[in-house]
């Protein structure tokens, strides 16, 4: 796991580079969007298929709090949460009946995406213990999500509302320094929601790279 843990973090630096993001979140950022406000709004339903290639859909799990990350594995700052702190939230939130759904809206080609025995193996890899992975390479869920980076996270009630959004934690950080002393945004929104109290922490702006859009890659190539 050490040795792991270091080769992540060495990769990082090179990562950055292929990142298309700051290492802290432009001042302009948008604070929201239309469809992901943590103000109780219904979960839109999505079916995506997991690394296993089943067809997993939110509504199966009506009934059960639901994390969806979103993820990048070539992403400097979610390696930066993989060095340990992300399997050990997926843990526990997991072994307390949560529904972790991790989702790659990366499209095929571009950083993050990953498919086949990669993507089976993705658990392996990382240690991970989200539910499932999830393949989203058209962008239509991390679009109705309005999800803009990885990580970039939503915590969903019983009755599928949404109670979280954005950011995990409050350092806009891919150094693995900065996880000292951060309040991870999900652990929190989770503890609130179990005690039977509202969520402190509703929207969290969310840092990290650029998720990598097919519609995005299609308007570039058109604009050239």
Same mark, same amino acid.
């Given at each position: 796991?050490?040795?792991?843990? +270091?080769?992540?973090?060495?990769?990082?630096?090179?990562?950055?580079?292929?990142?298309?993001?700051?290492?802290?979140?432009?001042?302009?950022?948008? *604070? @929201? @969007?239309?469809?992901?406000?943590?103000?109780?709004?219904?979960?839109?339903?999505? @079916? +995506?298929?997991?690394? *296993?290639?089943? !067809?997993?859909?939110?509504?199966?799990?009506?009934?059960?709090?639901?994390?969806?990350?979103?993820?990048?594995?070539?992403?400097?700052?979610?390696?930066?949460?993989?060095?340990?702190?992300?399997?050990? /939230?997926? !843990?526990?939130?997991?072994?307390? =009946?949560?529904?972790?759904?991790?989702?790659?809206?990366?499209?095929? =080609?571009?950083?993050?995406?990953?498919?086949?025995?990669?993507?089976?193996?993705?658990?392996? *890899?990382?240690?991970?213990?989200?539910?499932?992975?999830?393949?989203?390479? @058209?962008?239509?869920?991390?679009?109705? $999500?309005?999800?803009?980076?990885?990580?970039?996270?939503?915590?969903?009630?019983?009755?599928?509302?949404?109670?979280?959004?954005? =950011?995990?934690?409050?350092?806009?950080?891919?150094?693995?320094?900065?996880?000292?002393?951060?309040?991870? $945004?999900?652990?929190?929104?989770?503890?609130?929601? =179990?005690?039977?109290?509202?969520?402190?922490?509703?929207?969290?702006?969310?840092?990290?790279?650029?998720?990598?859009?097919?519609?995005? /890659?299609?308007?570039?190539?058109?604009?050239?």
């Amino acid at each position: 796991m050490k040795i792991r843990i +270091l080769a992540m973090a060495a990769a990082s630096a090179l990562a950055l580079a292929a990142c298309n993001q700051p290492a802290e979140a432009p001042a302009d950022a948008p *604070e @929201t @969007t239309e469809t992901a406000e943590a103000d109780g709004q219904m979960a839109p339903d999505f @079916t +995506l298929v997991s690394a *296993e290639g089943e !067809q997993v859909s939110l509504s199966d799990f009506r009934g059960r709090v639901v994390v969806l990350e979103w993820t990048n594995e070539d992403c400097p700052y979610v390696r930066k949460h993989y060095t340990g702190p992300m399997q050990a /939230l997926q !843990q526990e939130a997991t072994q307390d =009946g949560v529904v972790w759904l991790t989702i790659i809206s990366s499209a095929p =080609g571009t950083q993050g995406y990953v498919e086949g025995e990669d993507a089976r193996g993705w658990r392996a *890899e990382y240690d991970a213990s989200f539910t499932h992975l999830l393949a989203d390479p @058209t962008g239509e869920t991390g679009r109705a $999500y309005g999800a803009v980076t990885t990580p970039d996270m939503r915590v969903i009630d019983e009755e599928g509302r949404i109670i979280f959004t954005g =950011g995990i934690d409050d350092r806009p950080s891919a150094d693995v320094a900065t996880l000292d002393g951060a309040t991870n $945004y999900v652990r929190a929104a989770l503890e609130d929601h =179990g005690a039977g109290r509202p969520v402190a922490t509703p929207f969290a702006q969310p840092y990290g790279c650029s998720i990598k859009y097919a519609d995005e /890659l299609e308007e570039g190539a058109e604009a050239a």
